[in-house]
């Protein structure tokens, strides 16, 4: 079993900069190093359904859904099992929970999938 925790959230103005992370523990899935693993954010507004944001797989290969692009830089942190969305130019419509996802598939992708997924932070932009 893996558990992922997010933090970083908070409310931010317009224009301004948050810092989510994730932190992995737990088990390794099947004898794979949280190395190996596939991870991503998502981010879910009320009355919308959940998106993907930003993914990175075991090679750091990187994957960002149109509307961040530019904006925020998903990495990760094999040493210390932590997932990063550094978010800079935020605008109100990035109001929403993030939530951190990770599993040990090898193709990144921003389709909610993923096996393991924490509770999420908050983030709320005012303008």
């Known amino acids: 079993q893996v558990q992922l925790v997010e933090s970083g959230g908070g409310s931010v103005q317009a224009g301004g900069s948050l810092r989510l992370s994730c932190a992995a523990s737990g088990d390794a899935h099947s004898g794979y190093p949280m190395a190996w693993y596939r991870m991503a954010w998502f981010r879910q507004a009320p009355g919308k359904e959940r998106e993907g944001v930003a993914g990175?797989?075991?090679?750091?290969?990187?994957r960002y859904a149109e509307f961040v692009k530019g904006r925020f830089t998903i990495s990760k942190d094999n040493a210390k099992n932590t997932l990063y969305l550094q978010m800079n130019s935020l605008t109100p419509e990035d109001t929403a929970l993030y939530y951190c996802a990770a599993d040990p598939e090898r193709v990144v992708t921003l389709l909610p999938v993923h096996l393991y997924w924490g509770q999420g932070t908050q983030v709320t932009v005012s303008s």
């Open positions: 990175i797989d075991r090679a750091g290969t990187t």
